[in-house]
């Protein structure tokens, strides 16, 4: 079964809406958690590193005040798009591992699609 | 800088043929992990395999089976006898010692016809 789970699978706003994106590990506590983001036909790039306790780690190019991470348990992060636009609409997903020499398990994703 | 390259973007196959899937990656690390995930159309992604840098044995699970070679850079997946449910994106991945993201390939689309 699932390790890692995501809510919500879809979600369609309005441009303007800040959306919350919650990530949970099952059944084990991850430290660190991952944020993707997917383009349609395209590869998944790393968003950011979500760290418990702490700051997240952004990948350069991505804007830490419009996609705010919070990392306040070791079973629970969220990502929320804050003010989402259109070319916000993506497929964005979470990973999760036990530690860091075990491989990651994602969620099943989160499709956005901002009108 | 680390790299994964999949050239293969698209890929159809017959049911019941092999298909190989090929993945060649970059890194400066002498420790490394490749991975391979499948992304069928609901989206999620599935864990495949993990390799470590330092264990070139090849691997056979059922029908899939996967190929190493450090003297190639390269890391290919193969599917034997093909299944309609073997449709779906692959990705091969690399994670390199210390850190613990993943830098994904492109992708290879298989499409396996009935």
């Known amino acids: 079964g699932a390790v890692v789970s995501q809510h919500p699978s879809w979600v369609i706003c309005k441009s303007g809406t800040s959306v919350k994106i919650e990530c949970r590990s099952l059944d084990f506590q991850a430290t660190t958690m991952f944020w993707y983001r997917q383009f349609p036909k395209q590869s998944l790039m790393l968003m950011a590193t979500s760290n418990e306790g702490s700051k997240a780690t952004y990948e350069q190019g991505v804007e830490k005040d419009k996609f705010l991470i919070n990392h306040a348990s070791l079973t629970l992060s969220t990502l929320t798009v804050t003010s989402a636009h259109p070319e916000d609409s993506s497929f964005y997903i979470c990973?999760?591992?036990?530690?860091?020499?075990?491989?990651?398990?994602f969620g099943d994703g989160t499709r956005l699609s901002i009108l | 800088a680390q790299k994964v390259t999949q050239a293969q973007t698209e890929i159809s196959v017959v049911e019941k043929e092999d298909v190989t899937l090929d993945c060649v990656y970059e890194?400066?690390?002498?420790?490394?992990?490749l991975f391979w995930y499948k992304q069928p159309p609901s989206g999620e992604l599935v864990f495949l395999i993990r390799?470590?840098?330092?264990?070139?044995q090849n691997e056979i699970s059922g029908r899939y089976s996967w190929n190493f070679q450090k003297s190639t850079s390269s890391f290919n997946f193969t599917i034997t006898a093909s299944q309609v449910v073997d449709s779906a994106v692959y990705f091969c991945?690399?994670?390199?010692?210390?850190?613990?993201?993943?830098?994904f390939g492109t992708g290879t689309r298989l499409t396996v016809i009935p």
């Open positions: 890194t400066r690390d002498t420790t490394y992990y």
């Open positions: 991945a690399l994670s390199e010692e210390g850190a613990n993201n993943l830098f």
């Open positions: 990973s999760a591992n036990r530690d860091r020499y075990q491989p990651q398990h």
């Open positions: 390799r470590n840098s330092f264990d070139e």
